[in-house]
């Protein structure tokens, strides 16, 4: 019989219960003692002490299901996350509330080239003008991505391809003191699926993979509903898998490199030769109208029907499939979702990647694997962000200063 | 303050005591009190409880070392597990004691393709042989290996290639039946991993493949020290990924599979040809010598400097070094062990295949990676069969009958 919870127990449960109004609340207490497995005896208790400490509130009586009638609880309805979203080109903060909804956000284009000193400077700047207009004070925590590799333990990236200057940098620790509040760092792959997992598609998968596509190529990997980050955090750089090819060196170095073909750099150089040379009529018209292309643009021309940006589409979708059927046959997924900017270019990019993922995989590990599109276009990475600090942040409830 | 114990609290205490003595026992009382991180009352209370049911004991004073002297608990001494190791054209029956050493094996060539009654029997009778000899009335558990994919949590093959008769077929219920004990079923692969985690070079890895180079190829995929199945339980089937290759067609109907050029049943076709056309006089002479020839027989001309029984090896090495490559890149793994009989070609194979894997990995991600061959080349399945059931076994304790 258990008299008392020891106080490791203790956090135990409230953090549980914490968790499960960040993603199913509000709940009523028998709701939240059915979830938990606890009497409502206990959970009144703990209730109790959250609502003391600033984390949750009551918030009237439930809709009665017969019986005793039960108490709504929710989470503090002043509680606000940040999630910053640092892109190639953009980075996007935003703020949420408890349960992960996003309130604000501001889209800034930043080269990441400049360097962590003028980059998180935009950040931190948008991030104050979100939360002054919003009248927050303190946030609970902040959560941010970086689009390269990152040593989780010392949150800073480890020798990120193309982010000179960012090598080893304290950004975690950075953007904690500027905001004064927890802070964690991941990369933005790995947010992404988080922010999938919060609020997209992913929501009720325990074992899935997210295909980032954008400039580059990434995969969040997420094991009984936790990234798995591997050992050094590396895990998911699928980018630089092999893949049939014609020899292509990659930025890495290597050969035939997914992303040498499939990355959206690749496409947008590929384009832009297709272009060029006559080839590709609506790609030179792109080119002629807006002096630059990007792998969008591929989208676009093979949507009016050009030849040549159509196969380069198809091209792209193939090789993504042939990576994800050897994912598909390491990792047997329950759920694959494909986002990122390049997936933009829509089902018929997807139509490839499935023909290819299935054609190659054990009908044992395909029967009934979905490989869908990301339901997420926007936030995704700041709803992740947000995912990841809350986790921490939730897990040992303490008094909020207020 | 904890004042006692609940029920389910208490099993956790027992299970994770019981786990303790399995891979580090014996131990006195006090460090199991430190590796639990509990009194030394409470440790007393629970070791009593077990000793009670007969699954531990005491076995005299510990060693001082200052302060009051502790006691030496031990599993029970005639705790009995037994492993069965099914492999395509032999199996393996093993009885281990409660921390899974093996106190006597029998190997029995057997086909796989003669099917689940025959092959059963053939093991029931090798285990009730072996647990006659050693006056065993009632082992605690049986686990069980097969080559092909297994459902799990029915404990059944499910469309295993080359087993034919086995699809569906009850093998967990039946053999817990023959042997009136708990039973488990899973595919040889994550048998062999759980072997090289209880007792060879993977001991301390918590994130870690195990490679295995048989007829076929697959791999066990432990995660956070668990081993991770997949959602339909096939993760790890590397084996029919793609690698480079000029088409060849697999037998399970794609083209260019790991398995098609780097399986041993390739090995050995590549390795006939070889004699048979000329190309090879060593693989003609040991075809001439023993009527056919393994892919043994590829190491064996090699050693004796024949170039393309050489050369057959070092491209199985770079064939699968390319696929492990890929593997590194998506799951970062702490550690890669190379095992399988075709393992036994030794260290020039493992050359090529970390030669391969290295030159295509982030230097993140293989930085501190070892990529090693497994130092249980005997009973590797045996030990992991009962690893498996004992998991199971000693995280419900109950009394034993006896």
């Known amino acids: 019989m258990l008299h008392s919870l020891s106080g490791r127990a203790e956090t135990l449960m409230q953090a549980r219960l914490l968790a499960e109004l960040r993603d199913h609340g509000p709940l009523s207490r028998t709701e939240l003692g059915e979830r938990l497995d606890v009497s409502r005896t206990t959970i009144g208790a703990e209730v109790g002490r959250l609502t003391e400490i600033g984390l949750a509130q009551e918030t009237g009586p439930a809709a009665s299901r017969g019986g005793r009638r039960s108490t709504m609880v929710d989470l503090a309805d002043d509680i606000r996350f940040v999630g910053i979203a640092i892109g190639a080109s953009r980075l996007e903060v935003g703020v949420t509330d408890g349960r992960l909804a996003v309130l604000a956000t501001e ?70 003191r500027e905001l004064g509040c927890p802070a964690v760092l991941d990369n933005d792959v790995n947010l992404m699926a988080l922010g999938e997992q919060h609020a997209g598609v992913a929501r009720h998968a325990r074992d899935f993979l997210f295909v980032k596509m954008g400039t580059g190529i990434g995969c969040g990997v997420v094991v009984g509903g936790a990234l798995y980050r591997g050992v050094n955090g590396c895990a998911g750089d699928v980018g630089h898998m092999q893949v049939r090819g014609d020899g292509r060196r990659c930025v890495c170095g290597n050969l ?13 150089v590929d384009a832009a030769a297709a272009a060029a040379d006559g080839r590709s009529p609506e790609l030179a018209a792109l080119l002629a109208e807006r002096g630059r292309l990007t792998a969008e643009d591929v989208g676009v021309a093979a949507a009016r029907g050009d030849l ?34 390049v997936s933009g270019l829509g089902h018929a990019l997807l ?32 709803v992740g962000g947000a995912r990841l600090v809350s986790q921490d942040v939730l897990a040992s409830p303490v008094p909020r200063r207020s």
Do not use: K
Not at 136 to 141: N, R
């Open 107 to 176: 889209q800034v284009v930043c080269d990441i080239r400049q360097g962590p000193d003028v980059v998180l400077g935009t950040a931190m700047a948008a991030a104050r003008r979100l939360l002054d207009d919003a009248d927050v004070a303190q946030p609970m925590g902040v959560g941010v991505g970086v689009p390269g590799p990152v040593d989780f333990s010392r949150g800073a990236p480890v020798a990120p391809p193309l982010m000179p200057g960012w090598d080893g940098y304290p950004v975690r620790d950075t953007v904690g």
């Open 256 to 268: 035939d490199c997914l992303e040498a073909y499939a990355g959206g750099s690749a496409l947008a």
């Open 308 to 341: 040549v940006a159509t196969t380069l589409m198809r091209e792209c979708g193939q090789r993504v499939g042939e990576v994800v059927a050897g994912l598909v046959s390491f990792f047997n997924p329950g759920l694959i979702v494909i986002g990122g900017r």
């Open 351 to 382: 139509a490839e990647i499935r023909g290819a993922a299935y054609q190659r995989s054990l009908p044992l590990a395909t029967g009934n694997l979905p490989i869908v599109l990301s339901d997420l276009p926007d936030h995704g990475g700041v």
